[in-house]
């Protein structure tokens, strides 16, 4: 009786939801546009130590991961990205958007280089055992903006896929998109150039896609709060073998907020919030997506990786006793069902 019983909860267990983790690897080509280097170099150079000690924390919880990364960040230097751009470049109404205006601009010393290329560290992800390499675009595309059109869009996925293998060897199958400025319109475009899945947005008002000029202050204050209250919901998400359109949409659950010293009294809520999401996509057989960008740990580096090691460890829980578990973006789409071939590799 007592195997049959056994045989029974390892049967519930292996029916306890799916825990994502996607990181959007951008340096500064996803903020120049929004903040200097005298403003968040640090951080930039902070996320790039944070990296190594991320990749070690996975590997010691069993995590797979999905690393989204910048095009143009895979390259040496300057001079070789500019012999590598897309064939057609992104062009916005706002030019404070366009990402290689300045390439010139960019400063030749070692320091400066690593504001913006990481080559190593894209090819010390591709080492690490169950992490996977995908696109956050080329250009950090935004895809909302005016004046971008959809050839803009297909000639930079074509340069990403370019570059990704040419560099390492791999054929980026999920894609993030920046700012999570998404539009269905495009999604055919991303299937034929070989993504089967995408991390698309939760299912509220407040994290509605939407333009630099649409976003709202309101928007953003509920999403603020919403990571220590449950306001919105715990943002689980039903994946149904066999029902699915390529690519598959892989939807964020929560943005991991960084530790912040004015708000630290608020840090048991803010773990409080993600295990209580956590366990009751555990219980419910749901996805749970967390994401954040590596310069978000690029500051208190010690104390964002401290808070991490708490997750990991309540996801490990989840699965001992649920059957919880981690995969990446693409392995999600293998998981329902969707085969590379039916996304027109090309």
Same mark, same amino acid.
């Given at each position: ?40 170099? !640090? ?17 010691? #919880? ?15 230097? +300057? ?10 470049? +992104? ?13 010139? !601009? ?25 992490? /996977? ?43 993030? #998109? ?17 993504? @089967? !899945? ?9 994290? /509605? ?73 555990? /219980? ?47 392995? @999600?789409? /293998?998981?329902?069902? @969707?085969?590379? !071939? ?5």
């Amino acid at each position: 009786m007592r195997r049959q019983d056994d045989d029974v909860g390892r049967k519930h267990r292996r029916e306890g939801g799916i825990f994502t983790i996607s990181l959007d690897f951008e340096l500064h080509w996803g903020t120049r546009d929004k903040r200097t280097l005298s403003q968040y170099g !640090a951080n930039i150079l902070g996320g790039r130590k944070a990296i190594p000690a991320l990749l070690d924390l996975f590997t010691e #919880f069993g995590i797979h991961a999905t690393w989204a990364v910048v095009g143009s960040l895979c390259f040496d230097n +300057p001079a070789e990205l500019a012999s590598n751009l897309p064939d057609v470049l +992104p062009r916005y109404e706002d030019r404070r958007l366009e990402p290689f205006s300045e390439l010139t !601009a960019i400063g030749t010393g070692a320091r400066d280089l690593k504001y913006f290329f990481a080559p190593e560290l894209v090819a010390l992800i591709r080492r690490t055992p169950h992490q /996977e390499i995908g696109s956050h675009t080329f250009s950090h595309y935004y895809c909302l903006e005016s004046g971008q059109t959809a050839d803009m869009f297909e000639a930079d996925l074509n340069a990403m896929r370019r570059v990704i293998r040419k560099k390492f060897a791999v054929e980026p199958q999920s894609l993030v #998109f920046p700012r999570n400025q998404f539009t269905s319109r495009y999604l055919g475009l991303c299937a034929q150039n070989g993504i @089967v !899945a995408y991390r698309g947005n939760p299912a509220s008002w407040a994290y /509605e896609p939407r333009s630099g000029r649409e976003e709202t202050k309101l928007s953003r204050v509920i999403r603020l709060a919403d990571s220590y209250a449950n306001l919105t919901g715990h943002h689980g998400h039903r994946i149904d073998k066999g029902k699915f359109s390529v690519p598959l949409d892989v939807p964020a659950s929560r943005f991991l907020r960084p530790f912040t010293k004015k708000l630290r009294v608020l840090e048991p809520l803010r773990l409080r919030r993600i295990v209580r999401d956590l366990t009751y996509c555990a /219980e419910n057989d749901l996805l749970y997506h967390l994401w954040w960008h590596p310069d978000n740990f690029g500051a208190d580096t010690d104390a964002n990786l401290a808070f991490l090691r708490k997750v990991l460890v309540h996801f490990k829980e989840l699965e001992n006793s649920h059957g919880m578990r981690s995969l990446g973006m693409r392995e @999600v789409a /293998e998981h329902a069902g @969707v085969q590379p !071939a039916e996304a027109c590799v090309q």
